[in-house]
């Protein structure tokens, strides 16, 4: 994901022994990833219904769900966040879908042949496919979608380095903000190698090499299909009111109150058939005490992402203790060190700071035991996992020192001159729980180094936006990785590219691009296993960000909530069954508060 997460903005830490005080994580199964498919996928049906364990009171089925950061923006071409990548979920689907253990299966279309070559594969847009409103969607609609996402008019794109294997992608994603004329964008386009065929249904997409994990891209939100008469009308804000949300997922977007809330209700032209649920509402409260209250109060059905500064007292009461669902995340954190700025753009500085951070102490005082420390990028349990191998230098305080010293940043005494050093500045989220988790930072940077650091605390949203752009990537920034899908080559290649996510804190090792493109080329998956590990050695032995902790997925849900807790998903950083079958979740208003919602 990455979808990327709720961000706080600068430095954090790594270590391969979990905290001690950590209770293991529930683990999820890994998955392995599948060949692709040779044939046709066979159809799939409607998940079979909940089964019903009493007559069910009147009322409408509303899932109330908490959360703390709002959304920066919600375009499917453009969105990199989970927060973002949440909200669209709801209203829109891939060409493919993607389950809660990382399967691929039918989704926009209903079938797919992958060429003997792994050079192209042909979808199937399932017939009757249609939008709220009744619109249809043909595979015109799709490949409206993929070039939109490599459009060089259209700026702040995110993603767009995914589809690079795309025939042709590799002329269109760098030209972004460059303003090619009619003429030649027409001819790139003819180049680019995604061509619909509506008399047959059928969307093809070439790649200039195999592709063999394309299936997965297939599903995520770049193939999301906006309404085309909303954009025009409204290009550059077209998706932050509701009436720009022509959806055809199993939601649509009823309501949005920029900041606060966004309602979604059933759409009953959904596919799969109209979801049980009548009404999802989120609710954005940035500070977690009072998000925790409402939760309390029977406020929310949900809280996603449960703060660890609550932790202990769910922990000592055994009513909240058993609404907690706490599994393995495939979400590993990282400080992102801007490669470009001094003193981070000295290689001899990034490994001082990741020598400097005592990562176990972060995840036992400041996120109260929740996550497992880590010094690698890749989690336990994706392929290509290398969890006992050595990775970016381990917490060290005295080496560190001795780093820097030796770089040339010290006194005749041997201490740290951080006259020489320069200003380390510390922009984060600013709410109450960011604020203590960056003031653990500057105390671990004034203790270890004797150097002041400058806390520069800015609006959530705004924080968001920040990391996005390489102009405005902070000095520092806390951000790192939710798995989109399980293959190493969502964690390196997606992410770890010149052209990629790396390009926001200036990290760019075009020896190793080559050697991610070769394993993403290569079909036998033993053999690109073995490429991606050497990939990501290579990236840990660059240090360009310094690996923190991969996370755990725990969240709070209402025993009246039915579906969530049986999907568990690695991916689940927002919520509880964010990646499961929303469609088919439910409410046993037999259990309700008196509270809960009656219209």
């Known amino acids: 994901m990455k979808k990327y997460v709720v961000y706080a903005l600068i430095v954090l830490a790594v270590a391969l022994i979990a905290a001690a005080c950590a209770p293991a994580p529930t683990p999820i199964p890994p998955t392995a990833v599948p060949a692709a498919p040779a044939t ?11 089964p019903a364990t009493s007559a069910p009171a009147a009322g409408p089925k509303v899932l109330r769900i908490g959360r703390a950061t709002y959304p920066d923006v919600i375009d499917p071409q453009k969105s990199s966040f989970g927060i973002e990548i949440e909200v669209m979920k709801f209203c829109y689907e891939g060409i ?17 042949t992958v060429a003997p070559d792994g050079k192209s594969i042909v979808f199937h847009i399932r017939d009757g496919l249609k939008r709220a409103d ?5 595979a015109s609609d799709f490949e409206y979608a993929l070039k939109r996402a490599v459009d060089p008019n259209l700026l702040g794109k995110q993603y767009a380095d995914i589809l690079s294997d795309i025939k042709g992608a590799g002329a269109l994603v760098p030209l972004e903000g460059k303003k090619p004329s009619a003429d030649e964008l027409k001819k790139l386009y003819d180049a680019y190698g ?102 309390k109060k029977d406020e929310f059905d949900i809280l996603g992402v449960l703060p660890p500064s609550v932790q202990p007292q769910v922990d000592a009461d055994a009513k909240l203790k058993g ?68 990775g970016v230098p381990n917490s060290d305080a005295a080496a560190s020192v001795k780093t820097l010293v030796s770089a040339g940043f010290g006194t005749a005494d041997g201490k740290v001159d951080c006259a020489k050093l320069g200003q380390i500045k510390l922009t984060f989220g600013s709410t109450a729980a960011n604020r203590a988790r960056f003031e653990w930072l500057a105390g671990q940077i004034q203790k270890t180094w004797g ?93 360009p960000l310094v690996f923190l902790v991969h996370e755990e997925n725990i969240h709070m849900i209402k025993p009246w909530v039915m579906g969530p807790k049986d999907n568990p998903s690695s991916s689940d950083a927002e919520w509880a069954g964010e990646w499961g079958p929303v469609w088919t979740y439910d409410i046993d208003l037999t259990k309700v508060p008196a509270t809960y919602p009656k219209q």
Request: with cysteine; charged share 25%.
């Open 40 to 50: 046709a996928a066979p159809v799939a049906t409607t998940a079979p219904p909940v």
């Open 96 to 112: 493919l879908a993607i389950d809660a253990k990382g399967a691929i299966g039918p989704g926009s279309a209903d079938k797919w």
């Open 134 to 138: 009744g619109t249809a969607l043909n």
């Open 194 to 295: 995604v061509k619909a065929d509506d008399s047959k249904r059928e969307l093809t997409v070439s790649f200039d090499a195999p592709a063999p994990y394309w299936t997965y891209v297939a599903y995520i939100w770049e193939t999301y299909v906006p309404d085309k008469k909303q954009v025009d009308a409204a290009p550059d804000n077209w998706w932050n009111k509701a009436t720009g949300h022509n959806c055809y997922g199993p939601f649509k977007i009823k309501s949005i109150e920029e900041g606060k809330r966004i309602v979604y209700e059933a759409n009953p032209n959904y596919w799969r058939g109209k979801p049980k649920l009548d009404r999802i509402e989120v609710t954005y409260i940035t500070d977690e005490a009072q998000r925790f209250e409402a939760y």
């Open 323 to 390: 609404e907690m669902v706490r599994y393995a995340g495939a979400v590993t954190r990282a400080f992102l060190l801007n490669n470009t700025i001094k003193p981070m753009d000295n290689k001899q500085v990034r490994i001082a700071v990741s020598q400097m951070l005592n990562r176990t102490e972060w995840v036992r005082d400041v996120f109260k035991g929740q996550g497992v420390p880590t010094t690698r990028w890749i989690p336990p349990g994706v392929p290509g996992a290398q969890p006992t191998k050595p």
């Open 451 to 543: 150097c002041n650091a400058v806390l520069d605390p800015v609006d959530p949203t705004v924080a968001t936006s920040l990391v996005k752009d390489p102009k405005t990537h902070p000095q520092l920034a806390y951000g790192g990785w939710i798995q989109d899908y399980p293959h190493p080559q969502n964690w390196l290649s997606v992410y770890m590219k010149c052209g990629a996510f790396a390009k926001r804190f200036g990290y760019c090792n075009e020896a190793n691009d080559k050697l991610m493109s070769q394993a993403d080329s290569t079909v036998d998956f033993d053999a690109a296993v073995k490429l991606y590990m050497q990939a990501e050695d290579t990236i840990i032995a660059d240090i």
